[in-house]
């Protein structure tokens, strides 16, 4: 009874999240996010005591399916909420479909008389797409067939991230058979809000990430690696799930069956990125290797040695130190009897040290953790995502000015500004810590062909 309550408490505080809008005053909006990752949490908590307990589950599939198709409803109706990556990708979109023209050289500026392109928020108006060769084609083609209208557009990439999201359910619930699985995508505001509603393209990541580790666990690896590789040809960090796998595989399969699995990952990448343009096509991904986002851990040091002209020099850093701490998950699960936390912790790593990771990055490896609910560095990865997003649920009331402006608004505002630069940091070294320690005493179950037995052991 209690997780059927929590469930229907996520859901509804999660809706009224959506229903209050854009303009949905901060205070209130902090308060029921924090009610629904609770409620969340509350549904977690009793799933597995019900389960160590030998007793059937205590939420219904009905009850969890309803609940996640009518958040996902409710989230393409609704105009984003908390983000304008809609109004970039229908401009990037535009730029191929409408100008004939490459979205790796022409940011938004260069057009100041076309209204699509005024749309775009104002620090990206001189910025060029960072995105991956895959998602220029796709949204190239929805500019092409949608591009009519500004609601057609934002409803073209809203509905594809809610169908990726809805695949998504379905792979995790026919792998494991468990509502709390489902519960955490489909109950879970960071999917709901900022991935759906916002209509980002991290749905299409996570969907391609886990259809990677489920082709694999079947043999299928040159599909896996066309799978993974169109996770990374839409945002490039995503590689390092494909490497981990790759290294899962190299381990567990042989080098024969790796080298076919990076040889097709490999294949699409170079055709992709020649048909793209090549070079022209990574130069944008140069300029945004100096960026780093507010709550990220290296974001003091930037701010304390950048003007050094160590920008730089900490952006490699930062990127070797995700890299390492991938190889250290991946090496502690390496013998795990599926690649589902192996993916999962490739993510994970990169959204703890990366120098710059937004709330609805952390999707990218959820849908791999779903299909093994139970483990602990699941439930860190789900905390880490619900901090993160906590700390940019957005205030309509300063959208669009300096953030060192806060200290003439409410202690609630400045409040989120300390959370957002110095809490958020704090909790990720807490939690690398917490999953380093979680790792060194990590064990993994016997090798089994079956992801079902391995999703639902815990680990």
């Known amino acids: 009874m209690r997780a059927r309550l929590a469930a229907l408490v996520a859901t509804g505080a999660t809706a009224a999240v959506l229903l209050r809008g854009k303009n949905g005053s901060l205070g209130p909006n902090l308060l029921l996010l924090t009610v629904a990752y609770v409620a969340l949490a509350v549904v977690l908590v009793v799933e597995v005591r019900h389960q160590r307990a030998g007793l059937p589950t205590a939420l219904g599939k009905v009850l969890v399916a309803g609940c996640a198709a009518g958040l996902l409803v409710l989230a393409v109706a609704v105009p984003p909420t908390e983000s304008g990556d809609a109004a970039a990708y229908s401009w ?111 749905a299409w990541v996570g969907l391609a990430v886990v259809a990677g580790v489920v082709l694999v666990t079947r043999g299928r690896m040159r599909w896996a690696g066309l799978a ?68 990220s851990v290296w974001k003091g040091p930037e701010r304390w040695l950048g003007g050094h002209g160590l920008s730089r020099w900490i952006a490699t850093t930062a990127t070797a130190a995700a890299v390492a701490f991938m190889l250290f998950l991946a090496r502690r ?68 000015q300096p953030v060192d402006r806060l200290f003439l608004r409410s202690p609630l505002q400045r409040f989120q500004l300390d959370f957002f630069q110095m809490w958020v940091p704090i909790v990720e070294l807490a939690i690398i810590a917490a999953v380093i320690a979680y790792s060194l005493t990590f064990s993994s179950p016997p090798a089994s062909p079956n992801l079902q037995s391995s999703a639902t052991n815990g680990k």
């Open 228 to 295: 993974l590789a169109a996770a990374a040809l839409i945002k490039v960090a995503a590689v390092l799930p494909l490497l981990a796998v790759g290294l899962w595989v190299w381990r567990n399969r042989g080098w024969r069956t790796a080298a076919e699995l990076g040889a097709a990952a490999a294949l699409a990448g170079v055709v992709a990125y020649g048909i793209a343009g090549g070079t022209t096509a990574i130069g944008p991904l140069r300029a945004a290797q100096l960026h780093f986002s507010g709550p």
């Open 333 to 400: 699960r390496i013998d795990h009897a599926d690649p589902s936390l192996i993916a999962g912790g490739a993510v994970l790593a990169y959204c703890l040290l990366g120098p710059y990771v937004l709330p609805w990055y952390v999707f990218w490896g959820l849908p791999a953790f779903a299909l093994a609910w139970r483990s602990r560095l699941t439930w860190l990865a789900v905390l880490h995502g619900a901090v993160l997003h906590l700390a940019y649920v957005p205030d309509p009331e300063i959208h669009g």
């Open 92 to 202: 990037y979109g535009r730029v191929v479909a409408h100008y004939h023209a490459n979205p790796y050289t022409n940011p938004p500026s260069r057009y100041p008389s076309d209204a699509w392109a005024r749309r775009v928020d104002r620090p990206y108006q001189d910025t060029n797409s960072v995105y991956g060769p895959v998602f220029t084609a796709v949204s190239g083609a929805g500019m092409f067939l949608f591009g009519f209208s500004f609601l057609a557009a934002r409803l073209f990439f809203q509905l594809l991230a809610a169908a990726c999201v809805g695949a998504v359910l379905l792979i995790v619930w026919r792998r494991t058979r468990s509502p709390a699985a489902v519960a955490v995508i489909g109950l879970n505001p960071l999917v709901v809000v900022s991935v759906v509603n916002g209509g980002h393209n991290d």
